[in-house]
């Protein structure tokens, strides 16, 4: 059984029948639509991403989802992006790539290479878990994980904040508080107190190229249970509950459809909604030692697409036809009231299509902690035809805990989630997932050599 059927349900799904084989049964159970966070909203007969938007080149799963479900990248729509501190723009992208280099010199000396320096750093070593995994390598805990790519030290990236880690090499106050915090409230709604791993993969997803699916990144999830024949349960889990047969566990899912209260029996269960208090209540019986509760709190997130005229006069553009920005990220002040904002295009793109004009009524996406009220919907537009709010609890909490949540809860109880607390984005996940289907593999078939193996880096070599 896999619980939800969001990206990393149907990743999961997708791996466990590429390991076990097409004889594998998959039940995923799902009480909302297929995709979870990876939604879509209709304005005016088109659709547009409400979340979970762009996807960072170096994706290598992502990539692998989109070739074998025959699936396109959606055509780029190019837009320049400022960064806004609730009086002016404190940096402001330009056409010219060596200008917004000497822009980026003049205001921040070298600060912008030494964070690209240590950026490149850690996704160098991250690019070695395709490796492992390539052959068959997987990891019972985060920390063993971590501790593969880059040692100690990926481990330590999770307990010390982002802004610590770059002022260590060398990158200035100024940098962290203006480019640091922008780019972190707009892909985590938090501060730059996130953990250094988390910081460092939404900035390499802000400074590398970006992609997104022609036709919503939801049809990546669909694609993958359609493609593993999992047949998909419209119930929501509400627990599960240990048994044994013939000397080996089985696991009891208990769940409510819309028939009313159910169970099922599994060799095997892969949860992939967060089991944190304040997100779900699921029960856990007859574990010994009982599954503990999971520290920690989620990060309240608004998403509002807007369609209307923006009042570029709060931008201190009087005139709307010369406001130059697609996208606007804000820095962490006090009276701000948003996060980040961007026009943004429809999942499907013709190649006629066109952006709006500043001065034309456009399809917004205003990122918030709180949902706007009329006045602040007033501020940034000077009037509007739809308002669509979507309310969800985003991302972990990174200030919240100081542990990283368990992958093993059980012999064949697998957590799936807990790596959004390493850092949370759809690679992460698809990584996540690919790393529980071989870890359950080779659990099932006794191949320990093939589970938490120190050295790997040499392994490979010599497997080579």
């Not at 822009?103 to 690019?127: A, C, D, N, P, T």
């Not at 068959?136 to 985060?142: D, I, K, V």
């Not at 029960?283 to 369609?307: L, M």
Request: hydrophobic share 40%; net charge neutral.
């Amino acid at each position: 059984a896999v619980v939800g059927a969001g990206l990393g349900g149907s990743a999961v799904a997708y791996f466990l029948q590429q390991h076990f084989g097409p004889q594998v049964q998959l039940d995923v159970y799902e009480p909302a639509g297929v995709g979870g966070r990876l939604a879509t909203v209709t304005v005016n007969k088109e659709q547009y991403e409400s979340r979970g938007a762009s996807i960072h080149a170096l994706s290598l799963h992502m990539q692998n989802f989109v070739k074998i479900l025959g699936l396109k990248h959606r055509r780029e729509v190019a837009g320049k992006s400022a960064i806004f501190s609730g009086e002016h723009f404190v940096l402001e992208e330009t056409d010219w790539y060596l200008l917004n280099l000497f822009r980026l010199w003049w205001h921040y000396g070298i600060s912008f290479l030494r964070l690209q320096m240590w950026v490149e750093e850690v996704m160098e070593k991250f690019m070695r878990i395709y490796k492992y995994q390539a052959h068959g390598y997987a990891f019972s805990t985060l920390e063993e994980l971590l501790r593969s790519l880059g040692g100690d030290t990926f481990v330590n990236m999770t307990q010390r904040s982002v802004a610590e880690s770059l002022l260590e090499v060398g990158v200035t106050q100024r940098f962290v508080d203006d480019v640091i915090a922008a780019v972190l409230r707009s892909s985590y709604g938090q501060s730059v107190l996130v953990p250094a791993f988390a910081g460092a993969m939404s900035l390499a997803g802000a400074q590398g190229s970006t992609w997104a699916v022609e036709g919503g990144n939801k049809l990546v999830c669909s694609g993958l249970l359609k493609l593993t024949k999992a047949s998909v349960i419209p119930a929501r889990v509400t627990g599960i509950s240990l048994h044994s047969s013939e000397g080996r566990s089985l696991y009891q899912v208990h769940y409510e459809g819309s028939e009313g209260p159910g169970s099922a029996f599994y060799d095997m269960v892969v949860v992939t909604t967060p089991l944190h208090p304040s997100r779900s209540n699921f029960t856990f019986e007859n574990f010994e030692p009982p599954i503990a509760d999971f520290p920690g709190a989620f990060q309240p997130s608004v998403t509002s697409v807007v369609h209307g005229y923006l009042n570029s006069s709060y931008f201190g553009f009087p005139d709307p036809k010369l406001f130059p920005f697609a996208s606007i990220l804000t820095t962490d002040t006090p009276n701000l009231f948003f996060n980040a904002m961007d026009n943004i295009c429809p999942v499907n793109i013709s190649a006629a299509f066109r952006r709006k004009q500043p001065q034309e009524a456009a399809v917004w996406r205003v990122l918030s902690q709180q949902p706007l009220d009329k006045q602040q919907l007033k501020t940034l537009f000077r009037s509007y035809y739809s308002v669509q709010v979507t309310e969800w609890q985003s991302y972990p909490r990174y200030d919240a805990a100081k542990s990283l949540p368990p992958i093993v809860l059980h012999e064949n109880l697998f957590y799936l989630s807990g790596v959004e607390w390493v850092a949370s984005s759809m690679e992460m996940i698809a990584v996540a997932a690919k790393n529980v289907a071989l870890l359950a593999y080779n659990r099932w078939h006794q191949d320990l050599d093939k589970i938490d193996q120190k050295d790997l880096m040499h392994k490979v070599k010599t497997e080579l």
